[in-house]
Every structure is written in structure tokens, then in C-alpha cells.
């Protein structure tokens, strides 16, 4: 009987070491190479692998690529430290990928990807991450609201010219710190160091109005509901809920362009292939492809006038001008502090 | 094969404990010393040496942690105290009803069981928002002008959680009443005690470790709740996991993340310690044994 056990338990210890030890295992030249590629999932990711991942595929055979979702900052860590690597190339946050990061990460290959041309001073880098796309934290609002439409971030806080609750993003570095002071006057070139008392004072004005969101689905959800008159959202999730007949419309006079990121885990087993795909998808060529499926915008200059024509007036490069910028290097060095300054304001 | 099987039982009796019978119980043993214990060891030492012990300062830091884990203590209480109050009236009419209303009232109650807890919960949302049905039916028959602030706030909180863990409270105390001799009421009644006497002096305290046991899973389970006080709360609702969440996924910190994961399994063990004292913990599994 107590052989048994013992066989059991042996039993339980392979699978443990085929699981551990398993994976990956490719390289050579000329050999498949199988990429993980990793993101948001949803509407997002489907439309990365049409617009991106099978055309990549198609043109180069030798490299198959599988998908996993969501991407989970916390899971890359843990896969980095514990030395078993089996992403190759995430879809990350503005809020990852910078000097904070960088141990966790492989550096980017710039003789290959055309970083030059990917707007480094919008869309801030330190080497071990490229955008891949662009979207705007946004202000939308109701039509049926309001006579007059609102057309800064200055309106946003204005609650007797446009009465009702508001939608609020319950994060601290989700851009309601930076609408608050440009709405107080702040010129948006002296948005950083973000001085924090006078935010928190301007945001105490609206604080009992605030519906806190904590998810895109969200914010969207409560402007087509009728929950807020007014809301901060993700340009592309405002498009959704347009598409479905909400009397919602995007204020495009002042909003927060920003990007999401390609990143390569440190050990990956692929680095070179997992280059190759960061380079086709921040490609003058390949960049605008995307906004064929979804309006998320190329971070590519060469590739802003290569979208696709009817999503022209929903995407956020074509109204750059009226666009301000995360310091997101600023937020990496004081994401800390903030968010525990931010913390105990809203649970005050 | 009923002898075999009466056979193997007898077998397993307490001389011989590590036979076929104890053999079946390895995997679920295995899989909880792999998957569980080994973890949480690892998160224990994580939490005193990435990088330090001074991970636990975190409390000294900012006044919000003390805070949230005293809202979580809270809520937990307020909703332990609203599924006692529903469930125990519902598990005295379950044990007195008929077979088919009792089949009916259990499935009633089962139901969340069955369904997912992100559905039941955005359920709840298009019930209790200010747009919601319950505010729309009471606008249009002119009972309010203004919305109802029936979510975003604790009362939100408390209506969708105890939804989610009335089960838990009904089924161990109907579990105990189904337990009490059925002719203990009638013969206090015979011997003179009226109705209402019988039921305080025989039938409740004849169901106390049901109770007990009900209290104890609705309030241990809740101190775990984060998804439902985040969707139907307000930030000031916010549950100590969601700081843990936010430490670990958004911060990296894994050690103070640890750190604040040790502290609420500490402060539960402390809790359920305290509970111990009015009743064994085995009621409560033998509660739920004979569900």
C-alpha cells in the first residue's frame, strides 16, 4: 500500500517537472519558431491578430503565433523572476515598460524597428518599449443633455453649466489629476511636477458628483445608460457604444492622447523573431492597419494619413492639436506616492 | 457490489488509517499541499524578505490600510448580520413546508450557486442605478422625483452580497434543523408551553450551531469580497483585497502585497478564533456535511 503512495507521488513529481521544465525550447536558424504574443483581449486583440498577427504570419512562415490574454504586469514579473519566460511580445499600458520596468525587459532592437519614427517625444521611451497604438483618455457626453455642448475640461468641472453627475476613473494615473488642473488654469506645458493640492482641491468640486468607474466597459456603459451626463472614457470604447445608437458624442476640443506598448520579457527563448513582429507592427507599412477594425490610431507618423478613411474623424491623431500629453517618466518616478495620496482622498 | 462497497467501509475503520480509503483522500491532499500551502508559505516568507520585515511599515504609512481593513471587517459583519436575519427565517419555513415548496425554496436558493458572480452582480447594477428599474417603475408612478441612491454607496454593497451569500447561511442552519428531533416542540407543547415558549426554550437553541456555523462561512467569505463592493460601492467601499490587487498587479510591490495578504489571513484566523469560542469549528463543516 505504501508503494503505492510513493508511485502516486513520483507521478505527481514528473508532471510537475514536465510542466516546469517544459516550453519553448526553440532557436536554431531556420527551425519554427513559435511566438507568444500577449494582450488586452476582447474587440482589441482580435482586431491586433487581423490587422497585424496573420499577416505576419503569412509572410513569414517559419514563425506561428500563438495568443494568450490578458496581459497581467504582475504575471510577467513572476515569469521573469522565476526564470520560465513564455511570453514573447506584450501589449502593455503607458504606465509600464519605462526605468522602473526595465529589468524585467529585453531592449528594443532600434536598427530594425523605426523608432525614429514613432513620435518618441509623445509617446515617451526609454528604450525598452514602442507604441503600437494611440488612443485618447476622452470626455464624452450626453446630446440630449445639454443645449450647449461642453468644450474643455474647464466645462467638465463646471456643474451649474452643465448639471449632472459625471463619470470618473477611479485611478490615479487615469488622467483625472491632469484634468482638473488644466481645468483650474494650469497652462498644459507646465502641466509636471503635477501639484497635487491644487488637483485634489479642484476635484474636491466635483467629488460628490463623481460615478467612480473602474473598467472601459464602465465608463461607456454609464454615459448609454444615462448614469452620468458627462464622463471620462477611452475614445474606442465611446465609438462602441456610438455604433449601438447612444446619444453620446466625444469632445475632441481638449483630451489626453496616450499609447499602448510592445514589450519583450527579459529571457525571452525568441528575441529575435520577437523583434521582427514589433518591427512589422510599428512599420510606416503596417501601423495604420488596425484602424480597419478598431479606432485606435497608428503611433507611426509615416503611417497617420494611411488609416482607414471612414474612421478619419474618430480617431485621435487627426486632432492632435488639441491633444495633451501623460509625462508618463514623471509617473513612473512618483506613481507611488500619488496613487497612496490618491487613495486616501477618495476614501475620505 | 453493495457488499463490497459495506465491506471497503468497514475496512476503513480507525486501526488502519492509511488503506484504499486514505488513498483517495491523496490527491485532494496532494493538490492542497501543492497548490495551496506551499504558496502561502512562500507568500509568508515573501512577505518578510523582498525586501525586508519593514514591508508590514506599510500600515504605519498611510492611514488607509487600518482603514479599509476596518470597512472590510464591516461590511463583512453588516452582511453576516442581514443573511442571518433573512436565512434564518427562511430555513425554519424550508424545514416546515411541504416536499414541494421545499424543493421550490431550495432551488431558490441554490440559484446563485448556478450562476456566474460578475453576472449576478451587473444584474444587481441594472436593478439599483439611478436609471435602473426599481427607479424607473417608482418615477413612473409618481412615488419620487429624485433617483433612489440605492447603489454607490453600502447599502448597494450589502444587497448584493448578501444575495451572493445567503446559501451559505441558509443550508447550515437548515442542515441542523433537519437534525432536531421532530417531536422534542410537540412534547414541550403537550407538557404546556406555548407555541412561542417551545420555540425559544427547545427549537432555537436546539439550532444555534447552525447558526453559528451559517455566521461564520458568510463572514470569512465575505472578508474576501472585492468585485461586487467595487461594482455596486463607492471607492469608500472599497475591500482590503482590492488594496492587495492594486499592490501586487499595479504597484509591483509583491513583498508589501504579501505583507497585506498576511495581515487579513491573520486577522481572519484571529476572528475565526474569537468565533471558536461559541462553537466548534467542526459544526460548521458538519453543517454543510449533511447538505
Known sequence: M??????????????????????????????????TFVSYGGAYQEAQTKAWLEPFMEANPDITIVQEEPIDYAKLVAMVESGNVTWDVADVGNDFGLASDEQYLEPIDCSIVPCDELQPDLFPTTGYRVPDIVYSVVVAYRTDAFDQPPTSFADFFDLERFPGKRGCFNWSAGGLLEMALIADGVPPDQLYPLDLDRAFAKLDTIKDQCVWWDTGAQSAQILADGEVTMGMSWNGRIYDIQQEGAPVEIMWDQHIVTADYLVI???????????RLIAWITSADHSAELSKYITYAPPNEKAVDKVDPSKVEDLPTTYLDTAIGFDDVWWDENFDAVDTRWQEWIQA | MSQVARQGRRAGSIRSPLDAWALLAMPGFLFLVVFFLVPLVRMGLRSLTD??????????????????????????????????????PYAYVMHHAGPKTRAALTVLV???????????????????????????????LGLIDEPLQLMRNTLGVTIGMSHI???????????????????????????????????????????????????????????????TPALLGSPQNAMFSELIVNMVSERLRFGVGSALAMTLLAVTLVLLAIGSRFVRLGDALGGMESR
Open chain 1, 2 to 35: 505504501r508503494r503505492k503512495i510513493w508511485t502516486v507521488l513520483a507521478a505527481f513529481a514528473l508532471i510537475g517537472a514536465a510542466c516546469g521544465g517544459g516550453g519553448g525550447g526553440e532557436g536554431g536558424g531556420g527551425e519554427q519558431v513559435t511566438l
Open chain 2, 51 to 88: 525586501p525586508s520585515p519593514a514591508n508590514y511599515r506599510i500600515f504605519l504609512e498611510s492611514p488607509i490600510y487600518l482603514r479599509v481593513l476596518w470597512t472590510t471587517i464591516r461590511t463583512s459583519l453588516i452582511v453576516t448580520v442581514v443573511c442571518l436575519l433573512i436565512g434564518y
Open chain 2, 165 to 227: 451569500l445567503l446559501p451559505f447561511m441558509v443550508l447550515p442552519i437548515w442542515a441542523t434543523m433537519r437534525r432536531i428531533d421532530p417531536d422534542l416542540v410537540p412534547a414541550a407543547e403537550s407538557l404546556g408551553a406555548p407555541p412561542r415558549a417551545a420555540f425559544r426554550k427547545v427549537f432555537l437553541p436546539l439550532s444555534l450551531p447552525g447558526v453559528f456555523a451559517g455566521c461564520l462561512l458568510v463572514f470569512v467569505l465575505a472578508l474576501g469580497f472585492y468585485i
Open chain 2, 110 to 140: 441554490l440559484v446563485p450557486f448556478w450562476s456566474s458572480l460578475l453576472v449576478r452582480t451587473y444584474a444587481w447594477t441594472v436593478l439599483l442605478q439611478d436609471s435602473g428599474v426599481i427607479n424607473s417603475v417608482l418615477r413612473d
Open chain 1, 265 to 275: 520579457p527579459k529571457g525571452t527563448k525568441n528575441p529575435e523573431a520577437a523583434q
